[in-house]
């Protein structure tokens, strides 16, 4: 079964920190991770990262993935309040359905 | 730009009433999903569907019922609602390319059963 970590489970920090969410993943036959982002509504999605692209980048939000040692990250800098939400990470292991991390709840304070 | 459009938003229902979630996508995919999210906590599957005709369990399918008739649409019925189905309520929906498999969801439907 396609397993996803995510840590750490919650983060408070002052705005204009830089923060660092982490996702590991076990999978079977990996095919993409995704970043979706959750306020107090449904997950909107943010990156889609694939063994053909391992960095994405979007203003102040970047993703990598490390195929090898099968983790992603997701670094926010000059945090805004507007950031604070859930993410979440997912990965796509070929079925129909995605392995959803828990999530990170991120507090920005202002 | 519709996307995935649920109905009701919001409902309360008694213990033992009965109801369906509507859940309609205008994207053509193929994959749609009903997904469940207790206060706090990660998105439990209940059902998916790969297309017209076909249901699968998730991780969590007692107490409900799917069915897909059209590409566009995938209700989800409650029989018999208990307390520990309050929750939010997300349909969703995907189409595998070649880029991957890319799920959109829709707003949510906040369920409470008292």
């Known amino acids: 079964e396609d397993k996803v970590v995510q840590s750490p489970l919650s983060l408070v920090v002052h705005e204009g920190d830089t923060v660092t969410l982490n996702c590991s993943y076990e999978?079977?036959?990996?095919?993409?991770l995704l970043w979706y982002k959750q306020e107090k509504k449904a997950p909107t999605f943010l990156f889609m990262l694939t063994s053909s692209g391992i960095e994405k980048k979007s203003g102040r939000l970047s993703s990598i993935l490390d195929k090898k040692e099968l983790f992603s990250i997701l670094n926010i800098t000059a945090t805004q309040t507007g950031d604070s939400a859930v993410y979440l990470c997912?990965?796509?292991?070929?079925?129909?359905?995605?392995?959803f991390g828990t999530g990170t709840r991120l507090t920005i304070i202002p | 730009n519709a996307g995935v459009t649920q109905t009701p938003k919001f409902r309360i229902l008694k213990i033992g009433q009965s109801m369906t979630l509507q859940c309609t996508q205008d994207m053509n995919h193929n994959y749609m999903y009903w997904y469940r999210q207790d206060p706090g906590m990660g998105l439990k599957l209940i059902y998916y569907?790969?297309?017209?005709?076909?249901?699968d369990k998730g991780e969590v399918p007692n107490g409900y019922n799917v069915s897909r008739s059209t590409t566009e649409d995938f209700p989800l019925r409650l029989e018999l609602a208990a307390p520990s189905q309050t929750s939010v309520y997300f349909c969703?929906?995907?189409?595998?390319?070649?880029?991957?498999?890319?799920?959109?969801f829709g707003e949510g439907s906040w369920l409470t059963v008292v």
């Open positions: 999978v079977t036959n990996f095919r993409s």
């Open positions: 569907s790969v297309g017209a005709g076909i249901t």
């Open positions: 997912a990965v796509d292991g070929g079925q129909p359905k995605l392995a």
């Open positions: 969703a929906s995907s189409s595998r390319t070649h880029s991957g498999n890319t799920i959109y």
